[in-house]
């Protein structure tokens, strides 16, 4: 896959904590920042949401107890 350079702006604190992970990872900061994308727009993110979702679903009856069913788009 040929690769694009991207170029961006982030403070240094950020800068520090990404090259700090990286480097505990065995890995070009390069290669993280590529994970986390790949990770944030991939199948990680997606499952993650469908088990919330599932999670929700199953506990709704507790929650509408717990805190009432008058909620925002639920009367």
Not at 8 to 17: H, N
Not at 65 to 71: A, H, V
Request: net charge negative.
């Amino acid at each position: 896959m040929a690769k694009t350079q991207l170029n961006v702006r982030v403070d240094e604190d950020t800068a520090r904590a990404a090259r700090e992970r990286a480097m505990a990872r065995g890995m070009s900061v390069n290669r993280y920042i590529e994970e986390l994308v790949r990770q944030d727009a991939g199948e990680v993110g997606h499952t993650f949401v469908e088990a919330a979702a599932d999670f929700m679903k199953q506990y709704e009856s507790v929650f509408a107890e717990e805190f009432g069913t008058e909620r925002e788009g639920r009367r």
